[in-house]
């Protein structure tokens, strides 16, 4: 897979992509990430990417121009599957979201900033619309990252234990069951004996119902 994220401040985003997983992924070969910046695409000697919206009102939108020019540069070099904003308004991210995204082969994630991006963009050259969560971040590059990080952990051969993310939260629709290691009784607080036991058709017994049960406890509309 190839993501491509197009940001006015790519180096806010890094850091989350130089390790653990993510970082795991792209040394393997599993995926290639490239970053890139706004004001490289501009054409003014101000390399200015945002201009005051038409009509009035406050802050500032991002130009159409510099981003045309980027994602048609992308785009003569190959394919995209999908054409990703990351937008507060767009469809609140979740794990089938994620399962889709993660078998694309090429995508571009843009990231909005300021007021946001010119309609014209979104209606020339978006094909999915993304949000993290109800709530208002100050650009779409950390809600980038989230959306990456979901995707990446899903492709296959990124997981040391190709069923780690099956059993993932969400992942069956149900959240995850608690989990323990050593020590197995710690000043006391002891773990369940059927983990210690060694039978695992009991143990995965056990873990189905768990999930079953925070599942209804703590995410009720989950179970609908
Ligand atoms: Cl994708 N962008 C911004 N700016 N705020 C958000 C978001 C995205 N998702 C939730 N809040």
Redesign the pocket.
Known sequence: MRIDIISVVPDLMRSPFDGSIMKRAQDAGLVDVYFHNLRDYTTNTYKQVDDYPYGGGAGMVLMIAPIDKCISALKAERDYDAVIY???D?NVLNQGTANQLSLLKNIIVLC?HYKGVDQRVRDLFVTHE???????????EL??AVLCDSIIRLIPGVLGNETSALTDSFQDGLLAPPVYTRPADYNGHKVPDILTSGNTPKVDTWREEQALAITKKKRPDLME
């Not at 993304?130 to 779409?140: K, Q």
């Open positions: 990351m937008t507060p767009g909005g993304v949000s993290i969560g109800d709530y208002v971040l100050s650009g779409g809600a980038a």
